[in-house]
T-cell receptor
Framework: EPEVTQTPSHQVTQMGQEVILRCVPI?????FYWYRQILGQKVEFLVS????????KSEIFDDQFSVERPDGSNFTLKIRSTKLEDSAMYFC?????????????FGPGTRLTVL | GQQLNQSPQSMFIQEGEDVSMNCTSS?????WLWYKQDPGEGPVLLIA?????ELTSNGRLTAQFGITRKDSFLNISASIPSDVGIYFC?????????????FGEGTQLTVNP
């Protein structure tokens, strides 16, 4: 069964460093998303991406964040200068729009630890 | 932004018991989804609901999309130990394709054998 994959599974970085989190969405999907989950809290939307541009972003997704689809398969989230409060699980999701079906499927996540 | 209130926050039950959890919102959604999350993993879709009043089953799981479009419930019948995990409801407005999911706070389910 097709699934969303994410790498790395765990990333440790120093405050102020740049990190890039990688995702491979399900191959026939058209919409891509990033969410984050701070430990013990609910999942929060960051950004959605379609047709090589951002279609929606939340107030969390400030200028420190950027997304890119550098080739036909990968979807990346970059955090330019990490802060302690960026420590969280980051989930990639993808969906397709074939008429009414637009269900989002999630990857296993990348645990980001900022020291 | 839209907020979802999910209850209960946690449940401790015996194997074989039925479970019910629900989500309410102050504003409407066009789609309700229920996900399960195991520790250290991503949310896994359990049931998706697309129409107000819809009642959908997936094995021992049953979920309903409230008629007002502001609530949804999930029932698990005859619980088993592998049902342990965190259950999240999520609402989607779907004014446009690819719109965001808004998640509830989660219900932590513990099943005692």
């Amino acid at each position: 069964e097709p699934e969303v994959t994410q790498t790395p599974s765990h990333q440790v970085t120093q405050m102020g460093q740049e990190v890039i989190l990688r995702c491979v969405p399900i191959s026939n999907h058209l919409y891509f998303y990033w969410y984050r989950q701070i430990l013990g809290q609910k999942v929060e939307f960051l950004v959605s991406f379609y047709n090589n541009e951002i279609s929606e972003k939340s107030e969390i997704f400030d200028d420190q964040f950027s997304v890119e689809r550098p080739d036909g398969s990968n979807f990346t989230l970059k955090i330019r200068s990490t802060k302690l409060e960026d420590s969280a699980m980051y989930f990639c999701a993808s969906s397709r729009d074939r008429g009414f079906v637009d269900t989002q499927y999630f990857g296993p996540g990348t645990r980001l630890t900022v020291l | 932004g839209q907020q979802l209130n999910q209850s209960p926050q946690s449940m401790f039950i015996q194997e074989g018991e039925d479970v019910s959890m629900n989500c309410t919102s102050s504003s409407i959604f066009n789609t309700w989804l229920w996900y399960k999350q195991d520790p250290g993993e991503g949310p896994v879709l359990l049931i998706a609901l697309y129409k107000a009043g819809e009642l959908t089953s997936n094995g021992r799981l049953t979920a309903q999309f409230g008629i007002t479009r502001k609530d949804s419930f999930l029932n698990i019948s005859a619980s088993i130990p592998s049902d342990v995990g965190i259950y999240f409801c999520a609402g989607q407005l779907r004014e446009t394709s690819g719109s965001r999911l808004t998640f509830g706070e989660g219900t932590q389910l513990t099943v005692n054998p």
